[in-house]
């Protein structure tokens, strides 16, 4: 325990405070980091730079993205260590980043939506307003920029009634999520015109 203005705290409750052990820090993410004790060390507003790192007292420049926040606050206790007796290190996520993801097809609102969280699929399908009665649940499609000729297959039946989580894929920047309405994709026919509409309109507005 320590004390400050006469208050003690219990450094290892405030352990406890650790937020999301399976979310994956990336760029973009804002970090509040805080070592138990050492009030000139405590980062509030810690942003990960685009190329994943972050730059933190006494133990310098050193990579975020990829890590859990549970994580990054190992990375960071072994390297206080050399400076600092047992530190105890807590990560949270003051601010999630936004991947911005195209929902197409049969969903209610269409169009593209700036996820944050945990950037999953069923959090983007939410932002379109869900899918419709007529959406063909056992055969949605994740398409990546990098590789839009192999979509990623997804039976959102099975997460839906089942619980199957390997379902709810993490999306990435850019991601194309796809609800057609039969069983039946035929993908040149189908999905190449929306993903080629989606990312012309994209290219529009980023220039």
């Known amino acids: 325990m320590y004390s400050t203005d006469g208050i003690l705290f219990d450094c290892v409750t405030l352990s406890g405070w650790t937020s999301r052990a399976l979310y994956r820090l990336g760029p973009g993410d804002v970090l509040a980091i805080n070592v138990c004790g050492f009030d000139e060390l405590e980062q509030k507003e810690l942003i990960i730079r685009p190329d994943g790192k972050i ?9 975020a993205a990829g890590l859990t926040p549970e994580e990054l606050a190992e990375t960071l206790t072994k390297g ?25 097809g049969e969903v209610t609102k269409p169009g593209m939506y700036g996820i944050d969280r945990e950037h999953r699929l069923l959090d983007a399908i939410g ?6 009665k007529y959406a063909a649940k056992r055969k949605v499609s994740i398409i990546r920029q990098n590789n839009i000729d192999q ?38 026919k189908d999905i190449l015109p929306w993903i080629s509409a989606a990312y012309q309109i994209h290219e529009i507005r980023e220039n």
């Open 55 to 63: 730059a933190f007292p006494l133990v310098g420049e050193l990579a």
């Open 80 to 104: 206080l260590s050399l400076y600092i007796k047992e530190p105890l290190v807590t990560v949270n996520v003051a601010k999630f980043r936004t991947t911005r993801v195209y929902v197409l």
């Open 151 to 188: 979509p990623i297959r997804v039976n959102l039946l099975d997460l839906l009634t089942k619980g199957d989580i390997s379902q709810n894929h993490v999306l990435q920047e850019g991601d194309v999520v796809y609800l057609t309405k039969n069983n039946r994709i035929d993908f040149a």
């Open 127 to 132: 932002a379109a307003g869900g899918y419709t």
